[in-house]
């Protein structure tokens, strides 16, 4: 298996601009989690879905901030407009089943990205 | 609300040394806790999970061990190397948040040859 996919790798954008970031989880996997990096507060969990249903978007930061899963091979995280404070990694991750106490998470490269 | 520290933040030690790296957190209604490893510029690989009713876990050099009631978990690294040179990221998966991994800062290693 390839692994949890991500694209792009690195985005620099402009402020203001819409920024969409994709990924494609490991096949078979029922559960996707999307994560933002950055030195001041570490990793956090943005938002999760379950067999393509958010389940707990309490992380996302603002509503300039949006996530879908329209089926079970692809998930976007939009940012629209984009301002530098969202400047960060942003990791997806993937696990095979949500309420299992044995599954871990298989985290993809991660997009790094810089908002000018 | 569940807080995860890990001391230290950096620790850097020659090749050969056996090392401890340290991980707290406050509230004990666990899941499981994890260590991954993050490589600079990449994605994080899961090392060692430790479910809440066992005590460690062993994998080749690495071993874990999880104390619930203290909410402490040590990663020991036998006879490290420069391969290892890395960050070392702890996390606790909540009862309450299903799935919700809880992240430490993590401690970057770095082997001196």
């Known amino acids: 298996d390839a692994g949890v996919i991500q694209s792009p790798r690195h985005e620099v954008t402009e402020m203001g601009q819409e920024v969409t970031l994709r990924c494609k989880p490991i096949?078979?996997?029922?559960?996707l989690f999307w994560y933002r990096q950055t030195m001041m507060r570490g990793l956090e969990l943005l938002i999760y879905?379950?067999?393509?249903?958010?389940?707990?978007d309490s992380g996302m930061p603002e509503d300039r901030f949006s996530a879908k899963m329209p089926n079970a091979s692809f998930s976007t995280l939009k940012i629209q407009p984009s301002e530098p404070r969202d400047s960060a990694v942003y990791f997806c991750?993937?696990?095979?089943?949500?309420?299992?106490?044995?599954?871990?998470?298989?985290f993809g490269p991660g997009t790094r990205l810089t908002v000018l | 609300k569940q807080e995860v520290t890990q001391i230290p933040a950096a620790l850097s030690v020659p090749e050969g040394e056996n090392l401890v790296l340290n991980c707290s957190f406050t509230?004990?209604?666990?899941?499981?806790l994890q260590w991954f490893r993050q490589d600079p510029g990449k994605g994080l690989t899961s090392l060692l999970l430790?479910?809440?009713?066992?005590r460690e876990q062993t994998s080749g050099r690495l071993n874990a061990s999880l104390d619930k009631s203290s909410g402490r978990s040590t990663l020991y690294i036998a006879a490290s190397q420069p391969g290892d040179s890395a960050t070392y990221l702890c996390?606790?998966?909540?009862?309450?948040?299903?799935?919700?991994?809880?992240f430490g800062q993590g401690t970057r290693l770095t082997i001196n040859p």
């Open positions: 991750a993937s696990s095979p089943r949500l309420a299992a106490s044995t599954d871990t998470q298989y």
């Open positions: 096949s078979g996997h029922n559960s």
């Open positions: 879905f379950n067999n393509n249903v958010p389940i707990d």
């Open positions: 509230d004990s209604a666990i899941y499981n």
């Open positions: 430790i479910q809440s009713s066992q």
């Open positions: 996390a606790v998966r909540e009862i309450q948040g299903a799935q919700k991994l809880v």
